[in-house]
């Protein structure tokens, strides 16, 4: 996995993104990536509930599903033009012929990708189409900072204080995941698609093991960041 520049709109906030599918495993995916980002995200799964969170988050890009359960995707991005007239949309859909992808892009859609999708393909059409609009910037310090505890992403390196903790390429990607999203628990699944990218089945413990790792590093002899919520997942937060 490779460091990319990190997007937030141009007053410094998170990007915001709402992802509209009604399948929910797909769109808690999509919606994991983005907060992966840093982008605020929130998903809807059907046309009530999107225009209801279109409202409220006034999103930067919206990722929408041709297919609704009480609309159809071309009409709900005419309901979600007539707030945000400017705001870039993502079709996502299992149908791919031309004639589709035409009607997509009339009914006033940016990008068009179908089903099965790629992930990093998502969030690249999505970083491309936000940089077009005007309202991002790329953040300039490449420093994550929680607590005591800061991360280089350009330099790879580590210091909890003054003291530099040296890492092997999993460790860091792993922390760099807990510090981009610091306080929210993170649940092993979660972790093993962004950090491993795929599913470990059975072996979800290497979860279990490099948090272990991380913690004999980051931790140890100083009050501890790194938290297991029984049941839940992982959560990174400043010390006590």
């Given at each position: 996995?490779?460091?990319?520049?990190?997007?937030?709109?141009?007053?410094?906030?998170?990007?915001?993104?709402?992802?509209?599918?009604?399948?929910?495993?797909?769109?808690?995916?999509?919606?994991?990536?983005?907060?992966?980002?840093?982008?605020?995200?929130?998903?809807?799964?059907?046309?009530?509930?999107?225009?209801?969170?279109?409202?409220?988050?006034?999103?930067?890009?919206?990722?929408?599903?041709?297919?609704?359960?009480?609309?159809?995707?071309?009409?709900?991005?005419?309901?979600?033009?007539?707030?945000?007239?400017?705001?870039?949309?993502?079709?996502?859909?299992?149908?791919?012929?031309?004639?589709?992808?035409?009607?997509?892009?009339?009914?006033?859609?940016?990008?068009?990708?179908?089903?099965?999708?790629?992930?990093?393909?998502?969030?690249?059409?999505?970083?491309?189409?936000?940089?077009?609009?005007?309202?991002?910037?790329?953040?300039?310090?490449?420093?994550?900072?929680?607590?005591?505890?800061?991360?280089?992403?350009?330099?790879?390196?580590?210091?909890?204080?003054?003291?530099?903790?040296?890492?092997?390429?999993?460790?860091?990607?792993?922390?760099?995941?807990?510090m981009r999203n610091p306080r929210k628990v993170l649940s092993k699944a979660h972790i093993l698609d962004r950090v491993w990218n795929y599913d470990f089945g059975g072996q979800a413990n290497v979860v279990e093991l490099y948090v272990s790792y991380l913690r004999k590093k980051v931790d140890a002899g100083r009050s501890?960041?790194?938290?297991?919520?029984?049941?839940?997942?992982?959560?990174?937060?400043?010390?006590?």
């Open positions: 996995m490779t460091a990319t520049d990190t997007l937030v709109r141009s007053d410094g906030s998170p990007l915001r993104a709402l992802v509209v599918d009604d399948e929910p495993q797909l769109a808690d995916l999509v919606s994991m990536a983005l907060r992966y980002e840093g982008w605020q995200v929130r998903s809807a799964g059907d046309g009530a509930a999107a225009v209801k969170a279109a409202h409220e988050l006034r999103p930067d890009v919206v990722v929408l599903d041709v297919m609704l359960p009480d609309v159809d995707g071309l009409t709900l991005l005419r309901r979600l033009r007539e707030e945000a007239p400017d705001v870039p949309v993502l079709f996502l859909t299992a149908k791919d012929s031309v004639e589709d992808r035409v009607a997509g892009i009339r009914a006033g859609g940016d990008d068009y990708v179908t089903k099965p999708f790629s992930l990093e393909e998502v969030i690249a059409r999505l970083r491309g189409l936000v940089r077009r609009t005007g309202v991002v910037a790329r953040r300039e310090d490449p420093r994550l900072v929680v607590g005591d505890l800061t991360m280089d992403e350009e330099a790879h390196e580590v210091f909890r204080g003054q003291d530099e903790v040296v890492l092997t390429a999993t460790e860091f990607e792993l922390l760099r995941l807990f501890p960041m790194i938290h297991t919520v029984r049941g839940v997942g992982y959560v990174l937060k400043p010390a006590a």
